[in-house]
């Protein structure tokens, strides 16, 4: 079926790929809702996929049959047995403990199924270039229900790891409508179409431009890669844009050709710009040192600075990283909590009454410097409010680590912090990633 899309439907995004995107580019009219946790996400997935009339595009790093998320699953493969047309990208390492027979039931009901770098059986991991992940979440429906966050296909309380357990983990996503679909919508198909290919955008480009002829064909394939919506998708957006409160939200991404640091530089302006307080939640915490001066800058400057991180751990190496970095920040002021009631994994900034992100990128080598990323970045304060409120409930529930001056630092601490800035570092190299963290 082709995609013709009428002259200028794009709007603000008419001749703008989303790899050409180097800082966000906030459009309005747009609503956005959050959600906590899958028990909130789910639910809103299934109905907007049940009400589904032409196209479902869902790029998710994990996928897991188990509990809720199975129901998300089952409500794909009805929407292709009725003739949706249903895309389904995931990542091949992160998905890769999910059954086979999974895999079989989605595309018997019709579901277009493509994994991400699939690992080789022999060398796998040795190839440098599957280091670099798609860790996204992202779900599109008929191009009008947009879904970002940091939430996979895997139910709250089950975690491939540690099976199931008592308490669900702490995580967000938001559900939008309005014009900030369609950038998503187009990452989703412009990421598929790598995944067909094989290969990642800077090792394409470096292979094709090697001569004229293949750098017209980059572009034709560029080109192709467009944001279009079906005529059917289009009037749906314009419907729910139409409505929609005037709300400006913008999509952001890390990719590994031209918008490697957007997300970074984003929450960095962020930051620096702060006047009131900061509130970060992620799991995996060793930001580059531009962050970390930032933060501290602003905690001197007496802006109420607190982070949230994982009181459970599910990496015990990734913990520790984070945890050789508490001294230095709390000597300025920074405030740092550890969630105590199950597994932490919202990657979530909140600054003053008007900034917030919610999205998958941790502030960590993995998603700064590697990973496909995408963050939902929302400047409204009926949205931030709500936030707030939400991680004030979750700041309530954590523990605060006492001041380093109640507990001196000792020599097995400034070894591990030097441990832990060698390994990123190497890692880091073994990847392909030069220059300064």
Not at 72 to 80: G, S
Not at 205 to 215: I, N, Q, Y
Not at 351 to 358: F, G
Not at 381 to 402: C, G, K, M, T, Y
């Amino acid at each position: 079926m082709s995609d013709p899309t009428p002259p200028d439907a794009d709007g603000p995004f008419d001749k703008l790929g989303w790899y050409a995107q180097r800082k966000p580019v906030f459009t309005g009219g747009n609503q956005v809702r959050l959600l906590k946790g899958g028990e909130a996400l789910f639910p809103a997935v299934i109905e907007a996929i049940t009400q589904a009339q032409s196209s479902i595009w869902m790029a998710i790093y994990m996928v897991s049959p188990q509990g809720q998320s199975g129901a998300v699953l089952q409500a794909v493969m009805r929407a292709a047995k009725r003739g949706v047309s249903v895309h389904l990208l995931v990542d091949a390492f992160g998905s890769g403990d999910a059954p086979e027979t999974l895999w079989d039931e989605l595309r018997k009901a019709g579901v277009q199924l493509v994994a991400y770098r699939p690992l080789h059986k022999l060398w796998g991991l040795l190839d440098i270039r599957t280091w670099r992940r798609m860790h996204m979440k992202l779900c599109v429906i008929d191009g009008q229900h947009g879904f970002v966050g940091g939430i996979n296909l895997i139910d709250d309380r089950f975690d491939t790891a540690h099976g199931w357990v008592t308490h669900p983990r702490l995580d967000y996503s938001v559900q939008a409508q309005g014009p900030v679909v369609l950038p998503v919508l187009h990452t989703i198909k412009a990421v598929w179409a790598r995944a067909t290919l094989g290969r990642d955008w800077r090792d394409d480009l470096a292979h094709l431009a090697k001569s004229r002829r293949r750098v017209q064909h980059v572009r034709r394939w560029l080109q192709h890669a467009r944001m279009k919506l079906t005529p059917t998708e289009q009037q749906q957006q314009n419907r729910a844009a139409s409505t929609a409160e005037p709300m400006r939200v913008a999509f952001v991404l890390r990719d590994n050709l031209m918008q490697r640091r957007t997300i970074e530089q984003s929450a960095l302006q962020a930051i620096l710009q702060a006047r009131q307080r900061i509130d970060i939640v992620t799991p995996y915490f060793y930001p580059k040192r531009a962050i970390r001066l930032a933060l501290r800058s602003a905690a001197s400057r007496g802006i109420k600075v607190r982070l949230l991180l994982q009181g459970k751990l599910d990496y015990p190496i990734a913990g520790l990283a984070a945890r050789v970095l508490y001294a230095e920040l709390q000597h300025d002021g920074v405030r740092i909590f550890e969630y105590q009631p199950a597994f932490l994994h919202a990657k979530v900034l909140c600054v003053d009454d008007e900034w917030a992100t919610v999205g998958s990128s941790n502030l960590d080598p993995l998603s700064l410097a590697l990973n496909l990323e995408a963050n939902l970045i929302i400047k409204d304060r009926l949205f931030v409010r709500a936030l707030s409120a939400s991680l004030n409930e979750d700041f309530a529930q954590s523990r605060e680590i006492p001041h380093p001056s109640l507990t001196p630092v000792t020599l097995g601490a400034r070894v591990r912090r030097g441990f832990i800035r060698w390994l990123a570092k190497a890692y880091l190299r073994l990847a392909g990633v030069t220059g300064r963290y």
